[in-house]
């Protein structure tokens, strides 16, 4: 193959090698809205496996406190601390970190960006 037709196949390279991943929330993430966000945390009972400020009796120690989680580089350890990636995460764990304790929660699109906005708001 000669050099400028491999250059010219790199686009379609790039697009096939993102197909593989799992689908992250939208682009409009950061437009949460947290209030709507804790209220959803409180109903599933999130505070049964997480301590979880703002949230009475959130005070489960099976999983990690998300104190602070706002000011973290990572989520899990591994994935990177941005809205849309923290929406995909509380919405389906498993489908980014296979083996997590973590379940799939039982989250629309638009309640998932509510929580990874009020789980930002944590500092």
Same mark, same amino acid.
């Given at each position: 193959?000669?050099?400028?037709?491999?250059?010219?196949?790199?686009?379609?390279?790039?697009?096939?090698? $993102?197909?593989?991943?799992?689908?992250?929330?939208?682009?409009?993430? $950061?437009? @949460?809205?947290?209030?709507?966000?804790?209220?959803?945390?409180?109903?599933?009972?999130? $505070?049964?496996?997480?301590?979880?400020?703002?949230?009475?009796?959130?005070? @489960?120690?099976? @999983?990690?406190?998300? #104190?602070?989680?706002?000011?973290?580089?990572?989520?899990?350890?591994?994935?990177?601390?941005?809205?849309?990636?923290?929406?995909?995460?509380?919405?389906?764990?498993?489908?980014?970190?296979? $083996?997590?304790?973590?379940?799939?929660?039982?989250?629309?699109? #638009?309640?998932?960006?509510?929580?990874? #906005?009020?789980?930002?708001?944590?500092?």
């Amino acid at each position: 193959m000669r050099l400028p037709t491999a250059f010219a196949l790199l686009p379609a390279l790039a697009l096939l090698w $993102g197909c593989d991943k799992p689908p992250v929330a939208r682009a409009d993430a $950061g437009r @949460g809205d947290a209030e709507d966000g804790r209220t959803t945390v409180a109903s599933l009972a999130c $505070g049964a496996c997480h301590s979880i400020p703002g949230i009475r009796a959130a005070d @489960g120690t099976v @999983g990690p406190s998300l #104190a602070g989680l706002g000011n973290r580089n990572f989520i899990a350890g591994t994935l990177p601390n941005d809205p849309g990636t923290l929406a995909a995460f509380v919405r389906n764990a498993p489908s980014l970190v296979p $083996g997590t304790a973590m379940p799939a929660m039982p989250l629309s699109e #638009a309640q998932a960006i509510d929580v990874a #906005a009020f789980l930002a708001s944590l500092r």
